[in-house]
Nanobody, 126 residues
Framework: QVQLVQSGGGLVQAGGSLRLSCVFSGDTFSKHNMGWFRQAPGKERDFIGCITWNGAYSQTADFVKGRFTVARDDAKNTVYLQMNSLKPEDTAVYYC????WGSGSGIFRSEAYPYWGQGTQVTVSS
């Protein structure tokens, strides 16, 4: 049973940085693509970024490109979301997600990920 445990959220001033962590357990981490999503109150869950099972490909959404970076450390079974130059509109609950590589469901859609972290609140004050 795959489990994802998140940490690292909190309150930060605009322009500041945060790093979210997501620890994977219950299966072979290096066989899973990892994604990050966020959901603000009253809005849909949005794709933020992803990284493939072997780390060869990563992508971030246009509205965070140049500010957010996705990375993984297979030795620690952990995926990270580094967030710099945070803006008040980045305020949301952030989720990590996992999918087995080769599932063929795509890596940009939330529906393609069967495993989810518990979510962590990020609040950016102006």
């Amino acid at each position: 049973q795959v489990q994802l445990v998140q940490s690292g959220g909190g309150l930060v001033q605009a322009g500041g940085s945060l790093r979210l962590s997501c620890v994977f357990s219950g299966d072979t981490f290096s066989k899973h693509n990892m994604g990050w999503f966020r959901q603000a109150p009253g809005k849909e869950r949005d794709f933020i970024g992803c990284i493939t099972w072997n780390g060869a490909y990563s992508q971030t959404a246009d509205f965070v490109k140049g500010r957010f970076t996705v990375a993984r450390d297979d030795a620690k079974n952990t995926v990270y979301l580094q967030m710099n130059s945070l803006k008040p509109e980045d305020t949301a609950v952030y989720y990590c997600a996992a999918q087995l590589w080769g599932s063929g469901s795509g890596i940009f859609r939330s529906e393609a990920y069967p495993y989810w972290g518990q979510g962590t609140q990020v609040t950016v004050s102006s």
